[in-house]
């Protein structure tokens, strides 16, 4: 934690010194108190509170769908030959695509709607996930799988109770990196500029040149990431990793 707080400051302080070097005028390049005064004013009028909530509901709903998609179909790629020779090499040339990619076909289908962000964020989970999904059952060890045969395991109690389990470890890092995709596809499926979130108030930002505003959000996103990448995903994967015995000593 002293490494990091060491970091971050030597962070800012390059921040400072690069603005008082005036290399950009102050309202294209803000110093970090006005940052800090954009942000503490933020949440002090709720403005900031409100993106934050309207941009949660649409990640955790676009989230849920990317993980439940993908594991459905990667669960049917490491399965059947077919699905992987097909479905599968589609997954792997859609998990090259950007999300933004995706904003013109989006509004084209769904207008300047919930569903269009709720899309764009979907999309943006579901190739990862899929991909972490299909290894991870790929990779369960042969070992296990002939043990529970010998026991009279088959079928689809087979993969309920030996091939699943097994194969958690990849699912829990797909779950990781599908959130951060899927919050990387938000910020691009809210540039639409329907109704309030982070993305809107970004694009707004820029819209007016309000460079301290940009910062600020981008700030919020970084430390959102942040926190929720080491708070929660990595103590979750860590646990698991653990308990299989896959954790580095």
Do not use: C
Not at 164 to 193: D, N, Q, Y
Not at 217 to 243: C, H, S, Y
């Amino acid at each position: 934690m002293l490494r990091r707080i060491v970091f971050l400051g030597a962070l800012i302080g390059i921040w400072e010194v690069i603005f008082r070097f005036q290399i950009w005028p102050p309202f294209m390049f803000p110093s970090p108190l006005n940052v800090a005064q954009t942000l503490i004013h933020g949440f002090q009028d709720g403005s900031f509170i409100i993106a934050l909530k309207a941009s949660f509901q649409r990640l955790l709903m676009g989230y849920s769908l990317a993980v439940f998609i993908g594991i459905f179909l990667g669960v049917s790629i490491a399965k059947s030959k077919i699905m992987n020779e097909t479905v599968g090499m589609l997954v792997i040339g859609l998990q090259s695509v950007p999300s933004i990619v995706w904003l013109p076909l989006a509004l084209l289908w769904f207008g300047m709607s919930e569903t269009a962000i709720t899309f764009i964020v979907t999309l943006g989970g579901t190739w990862t996930m899929t991909t972490n999904t299909a290894t991870g059952i790929r990779n369960v060890q042969p070992v296990l799988t002939r043990a529970a045969r010998t026991m009279g395991a088959s079928g689809w109690h087979l993969f309920l109770k030996v091939t699943l389990p097994a194969s958690v470890p990849h699912l829990i890092t797909g779950m990781r990196l599908s959130w951060a995709f899927a919050w990387r596809a938000l910020m691009a499926g809210e540039l639409i500029g329907s109704g309030s979130g982070l993305g809107q108030m970004l694009n707004f930002g820029r819209d007016v040149g309000n460079m301290s505003l940009v910062l600020s959000i981008m700030v919020i996103i970084a430390v959102i990431g942040m926190i929720l990448d080491n708070l929660v995903f990595q103590r979750i994967e860590k646990n698991v990793l653990t308990r299989w015995g896959l954790a580095k000593v």
